[in-house]
């Protein structure tokens, strides 16, 4: 059974830090791809920083320069290091990995999301 686990989501003042961990596990299929969204309320959920296999990075404009996504291929492993933390970054942090089937499908798991809340 396939698991996507998130973790270190909390409450930060505005201009601090956070590091959030996502592990996914229980797949045959290697990962293609592993990635962060968040939804705040009332609003849609979008894209925060996407990471490949091959090393592509894609960052919404909103988090450019101030989030950072990795990963520990080892531990299929993924990591959003968030500095300059604001209150509009308030939101439920979701992570999803695609692992591939073969070429061209991927099949995409999500996490069950982690709050993060930005107030001073």
């Known amino acids: 059974q396939v698991q996507v686990v998130e973790s270190g989501g909390g409450l930060v003042q505005p201009g601090g830090s956070l590091r959030l961990s996502c592990a996914a596990s229980?797949?045959?299929?290697?990962?293609?791809?592993m990635g962060w969204y968040r939804q705040a309320p009332g609003k849609q959920r979008e894209l925060v920083a996407t990471?490949?296999?091959?090393?592509?990075?894609n960052y919404a404009d909103s988090v450019k320069g101030r989030f950072t996504i990795s990963r520990d291929n080892a531990k299929n492993t993924v990591y959003l290091q968030m500095n300059s933390l604001k209150p509009e970054d308030t939101a439920v942090y979701y992570c999803?990995?695609?692992?591939?089937?073969?070429?061209?499908?991927?099949?995409?798991?999500w996490g069950q999301g982690t709050q993060v809340t930005v107030s001073s």
């Open positions: 229980g797949s045959p299929f290697s990962i293609f791809a």
């Open positions: 999803n990995a695609d692992f591939q089937k073969e070429v061209g499908i991927n099949l995409r798991y």
């Open positions: 990471l490949t296999s091959g090393g592509s990075t």
